[in-house]
């Protein structure tokens, strides 16, 4: 069918998730459904990209709902391989891009970039987008997915849409439907953590910024700070002396058992 869309000139646009859709992933949905004539959703929950097995048991499934939130978002093509198809028995091969994926996340999810790019170059080689849509929520993984864009000269655009929030700032994620409700109260101290060390960069404080946010991260109770750094837009290198416009500010944190992540761009309001 999408060889066909091809043949007909019609512009394919491609929004790669792991389901349990919330708005973050709709945002995406309807940017695609807006820029191109057809979008493909996949839902794929990628066993190659988690490090923790508890992680992977415990990931959100939801297919009935996500299956109807796509057909009211007027979606036409619903993607769900099966991860015994797409990794049959000697399945050997990863994309593995180890500078980008030295610092932050990959600093402590070892193997777990690997995962993100095998499986979306897959993805990109079962669909054929013209484009693609990631969030700026999972900083480091669209700009791998760039770096990997550009080194390997894949034919496709990606397009990287701002992160959607709940109405008190956390960030939304799959995973903070796992969240304890005690949690959860706490979970959008993270993003004001985050907006704390913005304001102050705009007042002129360009040094000690991931130090003020550790503090704010370290008052939330049975909260364990996983990283907070600050690093390099492009490169994601640790950024030393002051922060500059265009730096990223993030953080991993696990509350209870559940890992979240965020992030904001300095200078970028
Ligand atoms: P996931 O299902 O978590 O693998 O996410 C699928 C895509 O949705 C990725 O490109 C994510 O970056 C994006 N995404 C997840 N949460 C959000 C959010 N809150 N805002 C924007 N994009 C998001």
């Not at 990209?49 to 109807?68: C, H, M, N, S, V």
């Not at 109405?167 to 993270?190: Q, T, W």
């Not at 953590?193 to 109770?221: C, M, T, W, Y």
């Amino acid at each position: 069918m999408v060889g066909d869309w091809r043949q007909s000139k019609r512009r394919i646009g491609f929004v790669p998730t792991m389901g349990a859709l919330h708005e973050g992933h709709l945002a995406l949905v309807r940017a695609s459904l807006e820029e191109c004539n057809r979008t493909v959703v996949s839902i794929f929950v990628n066993p190659l990209q988690f490090d923790r097995a508890t992680d992977l048991e415990t990931y959100p499934r939801e297919e009935e709902k996500d299956r109807a939130l796509l057909a009211d978002a007027g979606v036409q093509v619903l993607f769900m391989p099966r991860a015994e198809d797409f990794y049959p028995p000697g399945f050997a091969t990863r994309v593995s891009q180890p500078e980008l994926s030295r610092h932050l996340c990959g600093a402590t999810r070892p193997g777990h970039f690997d995962g993100v790019l095998t499986v979306v170059l897959k993805l990109f080689n079962a669909v054929l987008p013209d484009r693609a849509y990631f969030g700026q929520k999972d900083y480091q993984q669209v700009t791998l997915i760039e770096r990997m864009v550009r080194d390997l000269g894949l034919p496709v655009e990606i397009r990287r849409q701002p992160t959607v929030r709940e109405p008190d700032g956390l960030a939304m994620s799959s995973r903070n439907k796992l969240l304890r409700p005690e949690d959860r109260v706490e979970a959008p101290r993270i993003h004001a953590a985050l907006q704390d060390a913005e304001a102050a960069f705009r007042a002129g404080n360009r040094e000690g910024l991931p130090g003020r946010v550790e503090s704010a991260l370290k008052s939330i109770p049975g909260a364990r700070i996983d990283y907070v750094e600050l690093a390099s837009g492009d490169v994601l290198s640790p950024r030393e002396g002051p922060a500059r416009a265009g730096d990223v500010l993030a953080v991993a944190l696990f509350l209870g058992p559940v890992r979240l992540i965020d992030n904001l761009v300095l200078g970028d309001a």
